[in-house]
């Protein structure tokens, strides 16, 4: 299995309270994504990292923002967080972009009162 | 819009009995495709993929189809295993290299 580490791995927390997820990864890979699944939806590209301090974004980026200092460290903060972030979110990580799969870490659980 | 449709929320399979799941597509620009496999409290994990230069691609007992001028794939399970039972994502991308997902089927197989 890739080394990809997500933490918290649950968390609840209020509306309007700032959050932040890490993604961690042993694996050395220069991309990173930040994913988060909805019933429904399937999964939706929030975020992602193409190197050190390169982000741009995906899908469904409105109310995300990410960091990137080190190559092995991927950050998701959610500046205010509102009900409708409630939703599992998956950190991915891959060696190239394009044709070749990503592997993702376990998800982390927020549920945003 | 959703580019990447699994129409099919749930699928219900025997043991043994062959699992066909599938997804279409409508962004012509997609060029490689992937299935996904997903069980509760886990991330996805990767399963088989296939580029858009081949029609059919094998690895043990999963065989994906594409067809192109459907703009369709399909994935072939044979034969189903109970622990194949989870939830099952077809994803694709084009040249920007981000994969874009379906909404995932639940594959039940039944002992």
């Known amino acids: 299995d890739a080394g990809i580490t997500q933490s918290p791995r649950h968390k609840v927390t209020e509306t309007g309270t700032p959050v932040t997820l890490r993604c961690h990864q042993t694996e050395n890979h220069r991309y990173m994504y930040w994913y988060r699944q909805d019933p429904g939806h399937g999964l939706r590209l929030i975020h992602y990292?193409?190197?050190?301090?390169?982000?741009d974004k995906g899908e469904v980026s409105d109310g995300y923002s990410v960091s990137r200092s080190k190559t092995e460290d991927f950050l998701l903060t959610l500046e205010s967080a509102t009900s409708s972030q409630t939703s599992v979110y998956f950190c991915?990580?891959?060696?190239?972009?394009?044709?070749?799969?990503?592997?993702f870490g376990n998800g982390t659980r927020l549920t945003v009162t | 819009d959703q580019q990447v449709k699994q129409n099919s929320p749930s699928l219900s399979v025997q043991e043994g009995r062959i699992s066909i799941l599938n997804c279409d597509y409508t962004?012509?620009?997609?060029?490689?495709f992937l299935w996904y496999k997903k069980y509760p409290a886990e991330g996805p994990t990767f399963l088989i993929s296939i580029s858009s230069i081949k029609d059919k691609n094998e690895d043990g007992r999963f065989t994906v189809f594409l067809n192109k001028s459907a703009k369709h794939l399909s994935l072939h399970i044979v034969p189903s295993q109970p622990g194949d039972s989870a939830v099952y994502f077809c994803?694709?991308?084009?040249?920007?290299?981000?994969?874009?997902f379906g909404q995932g089927t639940t594959l039940q197989v039944k002992p």
């Open positions: 991915a990580i891959s060696d190239r972009d394009g044709f070749s799969p990503l592997h």
């Open positions: 962004n012509s620009m997609f060029d490689y």
């Open positions: 994803a694709a991308s084009s040249n920007t290299g981000k994969l874009i």
């Open positions: 990292s193409y190197g050190v301090k390169d982000t």
